[in-house]
């Protein structure tokens, strides 16, 4: 079925290309999509549509390459399209490490221990802070805005974004002219291109201006100053200057430029505007760098980096640009197909869709969502590029919620879920170069704010990779940020089997066990190692000590959530002396030392039940002062950790559902996303199916991206495309789960392309909630042991080969390469 599919999608977009060609001989190109969608011919898996354009930047439709990022609004009388380049940021290097700062660290955990945690709190926002104490801030380039003629009355409108090729377009009939814009992000050609058509020769009428963005919230003091320039016959350009921030000297330089090429009529430039008269057809292509090398290096030349993109675009026609774009991003995006059942609200427009499916079922809905996850990692995160943040690479504002950073006390970790199952293993390579570079001032707040080895990273960075506590002690004091992005590094080695990349990270591994292993603190009476300060995110304890009051670091009246030993640092900290110690094994590395994580991996805490019959969030059994919490901290090891487990803990099993059920179904749409894969764990698909219906009403913009409550963020969107994945698919506990959580609305499908760690690539099909059929590609030549109810025959090359027979699975040898099959 994959290959059926992939086949039919080449042929569709070859004739698309070649259909193209031949109608631009003769008349402008028409885009295929609007009668597709008139005719309700379209994949209903991958196309996002609508009859409007984007009344605000939330439900613009996102393009990308990796590394820069366009908006489009899809006006008639005015496009907008809003950009961006990944590096533009506020300040420059800097360090926020605070210089000996661990010499009153014993002074912390003995006021914690003692059980003045307020106290604890203002000591260590005097001392073991970052300072700065805030962060930088992730900025947008410019806007590209095109004025059309006013009092249009536009007939037949459509606008849409097609997954399958990353194209997004509109299209509307004026006075019996068809006028048509296709938007694409070249990776190869580093350009985001505008192409304007009309289905009548010489009707191409506007003028466009490049338009720079300042920080107006704050402009009394910012100092992000831009300049307006027209250049050549054919050019606009917008430079400048990032902004100072928190006394950190802005030092990043940017240009961005646009080219206007016109077919036809008349272009002329008057200062920084265009106007393009009585064309034909009009092809604008957007380019844009920063001086930026690294997080301590900005040494670069803007202005030549721009100047080379557009000296690799010469005589290159769009068609070119566009078929070399589509063909770089269908090598990730073609790797996947999910087909659950189709019905009729599947052909609706997309917001019209996510209304209907409250009160009547449209599985391909899941299906398209799945896809727009997909999109948007292989839009926002390339080899080379900086990983997605909180907003992926969109952002209109400059001043962005929580300064759209890399959050990691959950947000950047569930950006990346999806990456090993959804086949697209090479674009962690932004995320693990990161962590990489976080162990450079880690391993500087390690020994002058906790006087340990190794290196240690909290719950927020920037591009600059400062790893000291931010913010203030209420989220600051999670020192277990790093230790979760690790675990990102061992999954990677378990979806892909390669030893070379288990090599090059077990020195980040090792690094993140050395400052724990220096961290733990004995607790006084149970006796347990534990992490101290510790907390659990962004969730206050309610308890002796734990009271409001006014906090001299933020300013402003609130809480504190620092304690000893919180479950879910304990859980971390399991997996990551666990991941560890099994790759010392592997590399025949440190195995003394390993012995002692493993020893010491023993004396962690216990899960533990409290007495209202919940998992403990919490070494000691407090209550919380928030009653509905968004964040599920000690749900981590359930999912995605490797701690919990309805399998290997089922005495746990009640107590983690009483948490799941204190807090409801709701929160923001990250906590959703969250959610999903918790009762996909716990083998509940129509639970799940439940929070992605209320995720898609209440929390998700028309757009599909996620909200959190309402700032536009990327982790939710990526997190239901890992939690779909973990309700079809699963392969943490050494077997491979076929549809483990499959809701009874999604009783047939096909799912191709899907990674199982193992290194195995699994085609799978259902129907009437029965397993039919499931390929597997072998990658690395692993054991394959997948769970079945009953005994099954496994056949390769149309030959039936050997394998075990287990209780409840069967097992059998693979070489590498090699397809091996089994009918249920």
Known sequence: MKKLLILSCILLCSCGENESIKVAKSIPFISPIPEKIEKKAFDTTSLLWYTKAAEKWEEALPVGNGRIGGMVFGGVEEEQIQLNE??????????????GGYKELPKIQQLIFEGKPVEAHKLFGRHLMGYPVEQQKYQSVANLHLFFKKDQKATH??????????????????DGVTYNREIISSAVDQTIAVRLTASKPGMLSFETELRGVRNQAHSNYATDYFRMDGDKENELVVTGKSADYLGIEGKLRYEARVKVNTEGGKLVRKGAKIFVENATSVTIYYVAATNFVNYKDVSANQKERVQNYLNDLKGKKFDVVKKEAVKDYQQFFNRVQLQLLETANSFLPTDERMKAIQTSPDPQMAALSYQFGRFLLISSSRVGTQPANLQGIWNNNMNPSWDSKYTTNINTEMNYWLAESANLSELTEPLFTMIEELTDQGADVAKEHYGAKGWVFHQNTDIWRVAAPMDGPTWGTFTVGGAWLTTHLWEHYLYTQDKAFLEKAYPILKGSVDFFMD?????????????????????????????????????????????????????????????????????QKDLSFAEKVTAARKRLAPSQVGKDGTLQEWAEDLEQLEDKHRHFSHMYGLYPGNVLSAKRTPELVNPIKA?????????????????????????????????????????????????CGNPLQVDGSLGVTAAISEMLVQSHEGIIELLPALPTEWYSGAFNGVVARGAF????????????????????????????????????NGKEIAATQGDGFVSFNTNVGETYTINF
């Open 86 to 99: 990944e590096t533009y940021w506020s300040g420059g290097p800097y360090n926020s490490t605070v210089k």
């Open 659 to 707: 948490v799941l059920e204190q807090r409801g179904d709701g929160g923001k749409g990250f906590s959703r996303a969250w959610k999903m894969a918790l009762w996909a764990r716990l083998f509940d698909g129509d639970r799940a199916n439940k929070i992605y219906k209320s995720y898609l009403e209440e929390q998700c913009y028309l757009s599909l991206f996620a909200k």
């Open 519 to 587: 961290f733990l603190v004995e607790h006084p009476t149970k006796k347990w190692l534990v992490t101290n300060p510790s907390n659990s995110p962004e969730n206050p304890p309610k308890g002796p000590g734990y009271e409001y009051f006014f906090d001299e670091v933020t300013g402003f009246y609130y809480f504190t959530t620092i304690t000893a030993g919180a479950t879910m640092d304990t859980q971390i900290l399991k997996d990551l002396f666990d991941y560890y110690a099994k790759a010392s094994a592997i590399l």
């Open 761 to 796: 690539e699994l085609d799978l099909e259902w129907k009437d909630a029965t397993m039919k059929s499931v390929s597997v590609l072998s990658k690395a030549g692993k054991t394959c042991k997948i769970a079945t109810k009953s005994p099954v025959k496994v056949w390769v």
């Open 157 to 174: 409108y459509k606008r849409w974004l097609d997954l399958s090729n990353g194209i997004t377009g509109v299209e509307y009939t004026v």
